[in-house]
């Protein structure tokens, strides 16, 4: 079943994608109908407003999944499933052409001759202004010059149309009708191609590795993608191209000698050797500035100018020949585009970093599948199940070893048969050890059990100290002044900041990343609980005062329920940020849980992954928040009523 | 209002038309990521400017903490080349399918060590005790790599291992403390601190023998390599040529050290461990037919594999070139 709805994606997701468009508009529609019927008998600030309004709740569910779908190009996958592998062929043709384009001005502002001409006479002019007199010879002087000036010259002669030989002439105008060849093909109504049945054969976008399948499986993509073969040959001679014309050669043959002839010869001040480097540093200079026109890769402008409208005639055509691609494109695919790099066709843009809906729901059930052996779970853990719990294991977590020391009596020895001979004291070390069978629990397990068990526990320990200290602080002098200091020193440090403290002191197991989730949900607690103590009205507490309330009574009667409603949002807020804090606790010393999970996904880049964690902590949050109002509501319904 | 409507738009059709252009620039600027506190000795190349000197461009350093943020930031436009990226991090970006590619080897140096603590009495001839005992490892690092490759050369089962994700500062303090019983640590200041409580579980020798190395690599962007391959030629040639003049004198380690940011001993020391191949060399042990750099990456993409994830046809051999370095 999983695997057909897996193989079956783009079907699926198109499905959910009509389902999700319709419970929009309907929950507009539904909604504009239950506001009209009620408005006229409620008053704007009136809380009864807030009150139910699932409709809404579905308006943006669906708006937030849309969305999403959207802009991780889901909905392209879904409705044009072969999209991505013909923009790929695209890709293939415009990778072929690109050591060409960049070199004309097509994927930037000048042409690379324009750029290297510009580039290389701003730095020979530069080097002629700091040519170190002491270190030549007035005769060698003379000489770098004149390399420096045939150097300029070089790239004179390349750049003058006049200079540029027959042969290489003949050879540009080869790869010109090349593409002009290429463009005729995109021209013409496509026939004579088709996709290739081993293309056929691959799996559809999305569902294995690679990503993108690479092979065309359109009569459009085979065009293009034996286009590309062409255009990579092309490119291929136009790199071998150099603008090497006699006078050019015999230039570049007369200052080689010059330059072989400079660096044999010697500096007048031969003893210095920092001297002896600048002229060496000096020449290595200018040669490299040589070597990098000798190559003949700078063209005139004129030459260029027709090869230029010819490839961009090609690009032309090639974007006029995608048809109905080019719509699907522009609509379907913001923000970023189908990219061939050396091996694959990959998605760059959101498409990359914005995993699609189906494939994080694919990627969560791959994670909830407890058949560890067989590839589910992550790192050997399910991502929540049960197991058998020992009972003895949770005795030996409340009875410490060193309590069984201090019983009378020793522990058993080896007797004279060479046996060990165990006696009552061996035995309760045993059980304080977990080595004694008691029977066995079921017990959930699990990566979302490991987080939510040391959320839960912090969140325990929380309430359990932060609360009383919070009302303590809110009605005595004493615990105010002595408590307020501390609490509010610690307070504002992020908890990132504590962990290799609590990693010193509390070494790797659970009970330190319990404490600094504690640490984060205590601070909250004792300022919500205070807040809320300090914040009964003083004419409550003299009235029961003065009816004969005895301290503890004001307390329980009148200061807590008065304060309940701070506690509550208290623990709301701070079970929010306990998940939040989750990924640095689980930093600490990584074994098991969601933020583990996050931190291992975030060092190899799968977006998926993270995308599935950081879902599963929204969800968790949101559920804990849903619980928490419906307490709230049970707990304190009197609340904004008063 | 109207004003403020009119600036708004023209905001919108700067930022749009900028986001355009800026996709199209010509390479006049040419962007590097390095690491700090790893020293090399192109560095002097870098202060010295010799980069942008022979490269005709001005060449961008930019610093950063983990190879797999170079990967993002070639990704997004902004790095066009990664000097000294790891190995693992350049092979998890290509099964994730990052258009980038391997060019050159940066620099080789010893396998990051695994520390066990001294009490345990634990080293290679009896390392079959380590099952069932706790390892702090930093997951998806050469650290990681490494261990793997340790456990399987002395016959270890790692599955009956706890096997805890720590960073290497906090690896070092749990070995220290004593809640786990090896650390596996990359980074000079983390390894003395293990150092201190632990031994490393194979000897320099052993793990020569054993023929478990590391190296980073000079990783581009497929783009930057087809649009300026000469760009990137001479900037492979300036780093060999670095390296063939370092000859670790101080005036040299004092001019890495102040770029590297940090000390002169520890610079010294950590560059004690490197060796930089040579382009001759590279391309004879590393880039030549079956040479170490696709064997060393496709051993790597096995061990890190993700289930259904990565198919092993050799892809990795076709990102791994040593074309740019002639």
Known sequence: MLEWLSDNRAVVAAIIILLLVGSFFASIIYGIKQTRLREKDQVFGDPERTVGGWFWAVCGVSTLLLVWFYFSW????????????????????????????????????????????????????????????????????????????????????????????????????????????????????????????????????????????????????????????????LSEDFLKIRNLSPAAKDLISETK?????????????????????????????????????????????????????????????????????????????????????????????????????????????????????????????????????????????????????????????????????????????????????????????????????????????????????????????????????????????????????????????????????????????????????????????????????????????????????????????????????????????????????????RTVSDYELIWVTILIMGSLGLAFDLMMRWVISQLIPWRGKG | MRNLKKNVISACVAAVTMGGTAVAQAADSVNVAFFLEWATPNQIAKVDKTYDEAMGVDVKWTNFSTGVQMTEAMLAGDIDIAYSQGLAPFVTAIQQGAPIKMVSVAVIYEANDCFVNNGLGINSSNASELEGKTVAVPLNTMADFAFRKYMQVLNVDTSTMKIVDQAPADGAVSLAEGSVDMACIFGGDSAKKAGEVGTPIMSSQQKRDAGIGSFDVVSVTEKFATANPGLLRTFLEVTHEANANWKGNAEQVNKVAADAGMDYATTKNQMSGFIFPTAAEQKEQFFGPDGVAVAAAESLGLVFKRPGAWNVDQKIAKVITGEYLD
Not at chain 1, 261 to 290: H, T, W
Not at chain 1, 343 to 369: H, I, M, S, Y
Request: hydrophobic share 45%.
């Open chain 1, 74 to 233: 889901g909905s392209a996958r879904a409705f044009f499933p072969q999209a991505a592998n013909e923009l790929c062929q695209v890709a293939k043709l415009h990778e072929a052409v690109s050591p060409v384009t960049s070199s004309l001005a097509i994927d930037s502002r000048y042409s690379k001759s324009k750029t290297l001409l510009v580039r290389n006479s701003r730095q020979l002019a530069e080097l002629r202004d700091r040519l170190p007199v002491n270190a030549f010879s007035p005769a060698d002087a003379a000489l770098v010059t004149g390399v420096m000036q045939n150097t300029q010259q070089l790239i004179s002669i390349m750049a003058t149309p006049d200079f540029v030989g027959a042969a290489t002439i003949a050879e540009l105008e080869k790869i010109k009708a090349g593409y002009a060849a290429i463009t005729n093909e995109l021209a013409k109504p496509r026939q004579g191609w088709s996709p290739d049945p081993a293309a056929l054969a691959q799996p559809s976008w999305g569902i294995s590795e690679p990503e993108i399948p690479l092979l065309p499986i359109s009569a459009r993509g085979a065009m293009y993608d034996a286009l590309a073969v062409e255009a990579a040959s």
């Open chain 1, 257 to 601: 000698a010059t330059i072989a002839a400079l660096k044999k010869s010697q500096s007048p001040n031969e003893s210095d050797p920092a001297i002896v480097k600048d002229r060496a540093d000096y020449l290595k200079s200018v040669d490299r500035i040589f070597k990098r026109i000798d190559d003949g890769t700078i063209f005139p402008a004129v030459v260029m100018a027709d090869m230029q409208l010819a490839v961009e005639a090609m690009l032309d055509r090639a974007e006029k020949a995608k048809g109905g691609l080019r719509y699907v494109e522009a609509l379907f695919f913001p923000g970023g585009d189908i990219v061939k790099s050396r091996t694959q066709c990959t998605e760059q843009g959101p498409g990359r970093w914005l995993p699609k809906p189906t494939d994080v729901v694919a990627t969560f059930f791959g994670l909830a599948n407890p058949d560890v052996e067989n590839g589910g779970g992550y790192k050997g853990t399910t991502l929540l199940w049960w197991k058998w719990l020992p009972i003895s294991d949770v005795v030996s977590i409340l009875i410490p070893d060193s309590l069984i020391d201090l019983l009378p009596g020793d522990y058993g020895q080896l007797n004279d048969k060479g046996e060990f001979e165990a006696n009552y004291k061996d035995w309760m070390l045993g059980l304080a050890q977990g080595d004694v069978y008691l029977g066995v629990v079921p017990m959930l397990d699990g990566h979302i059990w490991d987080s939510l068990f040391r959320v839960l526990v912090a969140m325990f320990f929380g309430v359990l100290l932060g609360v009383p200290l919070g009302i303590y602080m809110g009605v005595s002098r004493f615990y105010k002044s002595f408590f307020d200091p501390m609490i509010e020193l610690y307070r504002p440090v992020p908890p990132l900041a504590w962990a290799p403290l609590i990693l010193t002191i509390f070494g790797i197991q659970d009970d330190g990343k319990i404490f600094l989730l504690f640490m984060v949900a205590f601070a909250i607690m004792v300022i919500s609980a205070r807040t809320g103590a300090s914040g009964a009205q003083l004419s409550k507490i003299r009235a029961s005062h003065s009816l004969g309330a005895s301290d503890r009574q004001i307390l329980r009667y009148v200061i807590l329920p008065n304060a309940l409603p701070e506690i509550m949002t208290g623990i709301r807020i701070s079970i929010g940020v306990c998940w939040g804090t989750l990924v640095a606790a689980e930093m600490l010393a990584g074994t098991t849980g969601v933020g583990f999970i996050e931190n291992v996904a």
